[in-house]
């Protein structure tokens, strides 16, 4: 069995800030405390800013994902929130608007829905707040897929850019998407030849090398 590993594996830069943070604040402070998982609190300076200059904001993404929720908590209660094109059609636009968008968000999906968003409106703002590198994990999740008989998607089960990942390569190859190394006794891989090794922006790399390891004792 040959298994290749994504070269953007591991913790994103943003994770690793937000990491580097917590453990600084931690050297500082005898006890402190977070609301939500550490890597979904990022600031929204961008929407405060477009609702102060009287956009009316349309948020892409899922809108059950921590980050949406708080860049809407900042964008006041006429900003609505679209996942898909077919929301497009329902949604109310003013005549200014400004488009943001979940940083882990699919970029195809998010190109679609802006060029429906812009063939319905008058005058509209596109903030291209995807992560630069969720992209690239994503592109070269393709261009891996169509190497290898399987695909292992390594991440936790409620990260949004993991199940991106998962939803991406699903369709070119078989794929499965697990949290840890143990789950891979469970996958019978006993058959597969060729098997490509890839994580959501928030899985430790060491998980990654975990799940490289036990695999190859299925080489032997």
């Known amino acids: 069995m040959m298994c290749t590993i994504g070269k953007w594996v591991g913790f994103c830069s943003g994770v690793q800030r937000a990491i580097k943070g917590a453990e600084k604040a931690l050297e500082e402070n005898s006890v402190i405390y977070c609301l939500g998982e550490i890597i979904h609190n990022p600031t929204h300076r961008l929407v405060a800013n477009l609702r102060k200059e009287g956009y009316n904001l349309i948020i892409v993404g899922n809108p059950h994902h921590p980050e949406v929720k708080a860049i809407r908590s900042l964008s006041g209660s006429s900003a609505q929130v679209i996942e898909r094109v077919q929301e497009v059609k329902g949604a109310s636009f003013a005549e200014k608007n400004a488009v943001v968008v979940q940083t882990t968000f699919n970029p195809q999906s998010f190109s679609s829905i802006v060029s429906e968003v ?3 409106t008058y005058k509209t703002l596109v903030c291209t707040t995807l ?3 969720t992209i690239k994990r994503q592109t070269e999740a393709v261009e891996l897929a169509g190497k290898v008989d399987f695909m292992i998607v390594v991440g936790g089960k409620n990260s949004s850019n993991t199940k991106t990942l998962c939803n991406i390569v699903e369709g070119r ?7 840890d190394a143990d789950e891979i006794d469970t996958l019978g891989l006993h058959h597969v030849h060729r098997i490509g090794i890839i994580s959501g ?8 090398r975990k799940v490289y390891k ?6 032997q």
């Not at 190859?173 to 949290?179: G, N, P, S, W």
């Not at 922006?201 to 990654?208: D, F, G, H, I, Y």
């Open 214 to 219: 036990k695999l190859q004792g299925y080489s």
């Open 201 to 208: 922006a928030s899985t430790p790399v060491e998980e990654v």
């Open 131 to 133: 992560c630069e590198e």
């Open 173 to 179: 190859v078989r794929v499965a998407h697990i949290e």
């Open 118 to 120: 812009i063939r319905r």
